[in-house]
């Protein structure tokens, strides 16, 4: 059973940082595009960051130059460093795995909430 399991998530004041974590196994992580996806009440999931397996990152515009992702490939995790957070990052934060061959193919965590107030 493939599983992605993240952590890190929790409430911070404005300005403050968070770093989530998505831990999964060495089959999936070495070959598949790792991303985060955030989920706010009534709103659509949206794409946060990705980074493929060769290292190449994308990030929403909405987070550019305040987040950054990252992968450990001994530990098969990839890793989500929030700066300068701000109330409207609230949300539901996704682990995602993803590989397009001749069909596409997807994994989900179970997501962790990020909460951003004072």
């Known amino acids: 059973q493939v599983q992605l399991v993240e952590s890190g998530g929790g409430l911070v004041q404005p300005g403050g940082s968070l770093r989530l974590s998505c831990a999964t196994s060495?089959?999936?992580?070495?070959?598949?595009?790792m991303a985060w996806y955030r989920q706010a009440p009534g709103r659509q999931r949206e794409l946060v960051a990705s980074?493929?397996?060769?290292?190449?990152?994308l990030y929403a515009g909405s987070v550019k130059g305040r987040f950054t992702i990252s992968r450990d490939n001994a530990k098969n995790t990839v890793s989500l460093q929030m700066d300068s957070l701000k109330p409207e990052d609230t949300a539901v934060y996704y682990c995602?795995?993803?590989?397009?061959?001749?069909?596409?193919?997807?994994?989900w965590g179970q997501g962790t909430q990020v909460t951003v107030s004072s």
């Open positions: 995602n795995a993803r590989r397009i061959s001749f069909t596409t193919t997807n994994y």
């Open positions: 060495a089959n999936i992580f070495k070959i598949y595009t």
């Open positions: 980074i493929t397996n060769s290292g190449t990152t």
